[in-house]
């Protein structure tokens, strides 16, 4: 969720965690300190995306500074747990960073995100997520949205032991029933409506083309098909 009123509709519309950021429409960058303060107190629970700018996930030493810095307001700001991913610029976890981080975070409900998908060996990158200590995976299974990529999902549930892989990418009512052979523990969506654009908000670049709104009817939905899957 990338705002307050994101964050109510999710609430509103039963789910059971809630990750906020800023900029969803760019995959989700840090949301701000007043956005974590509220998100705190919105009666579930909530983490904090950590990533400092748009683009890839190849961070410098400053950029790294900034992450860890992040990770400790939301510490202090009262959020249950954040979420981020590093990578070496041939695609490959840095586990370096990822282990700074995991540092700064201890004590927090820690997931990876999706820069995982852009590993080129998606086991490796498993096998060093565990031993990391990071409690979530979220993943599409490497391809641009979760149904197709369910069979790559498949075997990284069967490979991450304790530590859950959760889908995430295009997950919707209309699209969860594809995940139907997965042991489904979490599933990850923005479960977003089109946002009417335009005016000088558009014209001067201060709104984006194709802004989304989460929104509460969207995440009934999905919980209501999650509960139909796990009877069948």
Sequence with gaps: MDGPEGLAEAVAGGADRVEVCA????GGL???????????RAGVRCFAMIRPRAGDFVYTSAEVAVMRADIRAARRLGMAGVVFGASLPDGRLDAAVLAELLAEAGGMDVTLHRAIDLCPDMDAAVDMARALGFRRILSSGGARVAAEGV?????????????????GAGISAETVAALAGLPLREVHGSCGRAVDVGGQALAFGFQLVGQRQTDRALVAALKAALGRLAKD
């Design 151 to 167: 069979a790559v999902l498949a075997a990284m549930t069967a490979r991450a032991g304790d530590c859950t892989i959760m889908p």
């Design 30 to 40: 840090t949301p701000s300190r007043g956005f974590m303060e509220v998100a705190a």
């Design 23 to 26: 900029a969803l429409a760019l």
